[in-house]
């Protein structure tokens, strides 16, 4: 390898490291990843794809913390929940919540053209989830952590109730 292709590769490997190094350290910790404007300009499907893994895990921790079970009856209950029709059930105790900032993102959320279709909701339920969802993913990029918890506390517990836990799964129901 000539010396000049060598430096690119370690000059390209530092800046791959530092950015790495960067988000590792934001991520997890209580710091904003990107600023207000930033996140908006992200599209909102790709808010939304953050906002999914914010919701899902929100879902699956209060379910652990509801009770014993077994990871089958785990994953159905949180699948019933976080299912783009238990999300727009669930947005209905929300969306008078949103502020000015937060309602436009779930507007453009669920106005965003789509990849994929939903297989088991209708139009309307999957485009309003993708909108809330969006807003999640905002709000997570942000940092504003505590307003995540305000919103999705606004359900309250009756939501993450492991019923497949108490009552035998059946096809159907």
Same mark, same amino acid.
Request: glycine share 4%; charged share 35%; hydrophobic share 45%.
């Given at each position: 390898m000539e010396a000049g292709a060598r430096k690119s590769l370690v000059f390209s490997a530092r800046i791959c490291y530092n950015e790495y190094k960067k988000t590792e350290e934001s991520v997890f910790g209580s710091e904003s990843v990107l600023s207000g404007e930033e996140a908006k300009?992200?599209?909102?499907?790709v808010l939304a794809f953050v906002g999914d893994a914010v919701y899902t895990l929100y879902v699956r921790e209060r379910l652990i913390l509801s009770g014993g079970g077994r990871a089958a009856d785990f994953q159905r209950a949180a699948s019933r929940v976080v299912s783009a029709h238990g999300q727009s059930?669930?947005? *209905?105790t929300l969306l008078p919540r949103f502020t000015e900032e937060e =309602? *436009?993102?779930?507007?453009?959320?669920?106005?965003?053209?789509? =990849?994929?279709k939903s297989k088991n909701a209708s139009v309307s339920e999957y485009n309003r989830s993708t909108g809330f969802e969006a807003v999640l993913g905002f709000l997570y990029l942000t940092g504003d952590f505590g307003r995540i918890g305000?919103?999705?506390a606004a359900g309250g517990e009756a939501e993450y109730e492991l019923s497949a836990v108490h009552r035998p799964f059946r096809p159907g129901r």
């Open positions: 300009l992200l599209s909102p499907v059930e669930f947005l *209905e =309602a *436009e993102i779930f507007r453009r959320g669920r106005n965003a053209k789509k =990849a994929t305000e919103l999705l």
